[in-house]
């Protein structure tokens, strides 16, 4: 049980290049959650979906999509970075108490 | 419109002292109020939680928190800080009604001096 996984770690981009974060759970949660978390600012939500099949927009979603493309997998994609998305951003899935389960994160550097 | 206030950024407080970390939220209904700790370069882990019933509600590593209805104020305590506890706190609210979303503060820093 591995519980909330993100893969890449870490990543460098140059201003213009596109990547997808990917973030696997393997505890059948139904809503699955993107945020960003950035210096005194908190984590702020980018995506969520509800359910397989759903995508709702959160507070800071300019610049990404996302794709729920099962009910396990939750992808966001950067079509064109720019240095202000530099950030650590944060995969989690919640059960049907809300508690939310949190990925290790994936430190993304723009330049 | 929703919103979570951690009012201070940085606590600093020495080993086996008591500690309260302040939180105060903005929504018209009663919510769901959370504790999240997160450890340097790790994600975050529920402390605990409030949905109903009793205000004082018990979590792991010996937190707990009081909701207080009239003050609109979740507070987390622990009257004997480790140095384990280092770490960064956040109270979060939500999901609000008719979606999924959840509020988070901006966290408070917490040091201990040994």
């Known amino acids: 049980n591995a519980g909330v996984t993100q893969t890449p770690k870490f990543q460098v981009l140059k201003t213009g290049q596109s990547m997808t974060l990917q973030c696997a759970q393997d505890?059948?949660?139904?809503?699955m959650y993107w945020y960003r978390q950035d210096p005194g600012m908190g984590l702020r939500l980018i995506y969520y979906?509800?359910?397989?099949?759903?995508?709702d927009k959160g507070e800071v979603p300019n610049g990404y999509n996302v794709s729920r493309l099962n009910k396990r997998e939750f992808s966001l994609r950067l079509e064109s970075a720019a240095p202000s998305q530099t950030s650590v951003y944060f995969c989690?899935?919640?059960?049907?108490?809300?508690?939310?389960?949190f990925g290790p994160g994936t430190r993304l550097l723009v330049l | 419109a929703q919103s979570v206030t951690q009012p201070d950024i940085h606590i600093t407080v020495s080993e086996g002292a008591s500690l309260e970390l302040r939180c105060n939220y903005s929504?018209?209904?009663?919510?769901?109020l959370f504790w999240y700790v997160q450890s340097p370069g790790q994600g975050l882990q529920l402390l605990l939680k409030?949905?109903?019933?009793?205000?004082l509600v018990q979590g792991i590593k010996g937190f707990e928190a009081e909701f207080k209805r009239s003050q609109s104020s979740f507070n987390l305590r622990k009257p004997s800080v480790h140095w384990s506890d280092a770490a960064e706190y956040f109270c979060?609210?939500?999901?609000?009604?008719?979606?999924?979303?959840?509020?988070f503060g901006t966290g408070t820093r917490l040091k201990v001096l040994a």
């Open positions: 989690a899935s919640s059960d049907l108490q809300e508690t939310q389960y």
């Open positions: 505890m059948n949660h139904n809503s």
């Open positions: 979906s509800a359910s397989e099949g759903t995508t």
């Open positions: 929504y018209g209904a009663t919510p769901y």
């Open positions: 409030y949905f109903s019933g009793d205000t």
């Open positions: 979060a609210v939500g999901p609000f009604s008719g979606t999924y979303k959840y509020i």
